[in-house]
């Protein structure tokens, strides 16, 4: 899911071809509460999404190599030799790691990232009824998914796909998940699964050192409460690959000049990411489980958005720095 403020926000473009639903509605749903917004995503095909920006890479002259994957790297003199599964050996004045979840050049360089992961399962599965392409769910709640949430997405129009992301919970996703879709749908056909883990931790600093910068989900550029990070990442990708370029020119790569990178990103989402693991650590806590519940129950009973947030501060005025900051808690649901 990409939201298509944020594409605009961070102007990242998302060609027709990949695009699988344009959903306009969002619901979220907790215990016995639920309500809709309007909230347009772009549901994205990811493999095809990954293969057009791989694509626009070469037709900007980058070298793509697939098929083996790096070993190690060593610096050696002003720089780097990477070596690779292959045999293949390349050197380098300046690396940038983007490897995802693994961090492997991140610890190579002896960096460090903040540790705090999403386990995720998502299935696509195919009802034998059509299905309500307009809206997206999430689902939050220990019950559904422990530290995260869970997603109803379609992707076509007897399609859905449905998956959650957890944290420090006991029981695996797949109980999460089949509880689930036992509970809302019936004689689905699974036809594909797909898991993985997302980086919740927050942004890594510093990201960057002599002649290296990570960048994406290796530098924790994922969003805290969301788990989204592409559109944080490509957008990250993009300061990286300018400060890359004057850094070459320049023929310095040392820390001092590669810190513009990191000044960068930092203003663009990782001061928002901070405030995000703010407020899920507030949210995690007893006052906040306190406040969900007081604020579904003025909902409930008819007390409209701005009603409820006016009650809410007059119960608690310490709340009132999460209000002053709306503008950033905005993005944070965009990107
Ligand atoms: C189930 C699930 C659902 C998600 N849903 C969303 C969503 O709806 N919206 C959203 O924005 N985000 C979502 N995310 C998070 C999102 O996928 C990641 O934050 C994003 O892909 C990070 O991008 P990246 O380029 O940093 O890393 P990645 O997309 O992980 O890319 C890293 C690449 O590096 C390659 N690589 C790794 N190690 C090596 C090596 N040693 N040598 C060579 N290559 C290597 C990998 O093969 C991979 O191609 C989801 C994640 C999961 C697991």
Redesign the pocket.
């Known amino acids: 899911?990409?939201t298509i403020t944020g594409c605009r926000l961070l102007k990242v473009e998302v060609p027709n071809h990949v695009i699988q639903a344009r959903p306009e509605m969002a619901k979220i749903s907790y215990k016995n509460f639920s309500f809709e917004f309007p909230f347009k995503i772009y549901v994205v095909d990811?493999s095809r999404f990954?293969k057009y920006l791989a694509e626009e890479a070469v037709k900007a002259g980058a070298i793509l190599k697939t098929g083996?994957?790096?070993?190690g790297i060593k610096r050696r003199d002003h720089g780097w030799v990477v070596s690779?599964s292959s045999g293949e050996k390349f050197e380098s004045k300046l690396i940038v790691g983007?490897?995802?979840?693994?961090v492997?050049?991140v610890e190579w360089v002896g960096l460090k990232r903040p540790r705090d992961n999403a386990v995720?399962?998502?299935y696509e599965i195919e009802l034998r009824s059509p299905i309500d392409q307009n809206v997206i769910e999430c689902i939050f709640g220990s019950d559904v998914a422990p530290g995260g949430y869970a997603?109803i997405v379609p992707i076509g129009e007897e399609m859905l796909r449905v998956?959650l992301?957890i944290r420090r919970s006991r029981r695996s996703p797949k109980y999460y998940l089949e509880k689930l879709l036992k509970e809302r749908f019936q004689g689905y056909r699974i036809i594909r699964k797909?898991?993985?883990?997302?980086?919740v931790g927050g942004p890594m600093t510093p990201s960057y050192t002599d002649g290296y910068m990570a960048?994406?989900?290796?530098a924790g550029?994922?969003?805290p409460l969301?788990?989204?990070?592409?559109?944080?990442?490509?957008a990250c990708?993009r300061i990286a690959g300018k400060v890359a370029v004057k850094a070459l020119k320049k023929d310095d790569v040392s820390a001092n000049q590669l810190r513009e990178y990191e000044n960068e990103w930092w203003d663009l989402v990782g001061r928002n990411y901070m405030l995000a693991i703010e407020i899920r650590n507030l949210l995690e806590s007893e006052k906040g489980q306190k406040l969900i519940k007081y604020v579904a129950a003025e909902y409930r009973s008819g007390s409209g958005i701005g009603k409820t947030i006016l009650k809410v501060l007059s119960k608690d005025p310490s709340l009132l720095k999460y209000a002053l900051n709306w503008s950033r808690i905005k993005k944070i649901a965009y990107?």
């Open positions: 899911m990409l990811r990954d083996s994957r790096v070993k690779t983007a490897e995802g979840f693994k492997l050049s995720c399962l998502q997603w998956g992301g797909m898991a993985g883990i997302v980086s960048v994406g989900e290796a550029q994922v969003n969301f788990g989204m990070g592409c559109l944080s990442s490509i990708g990107y």
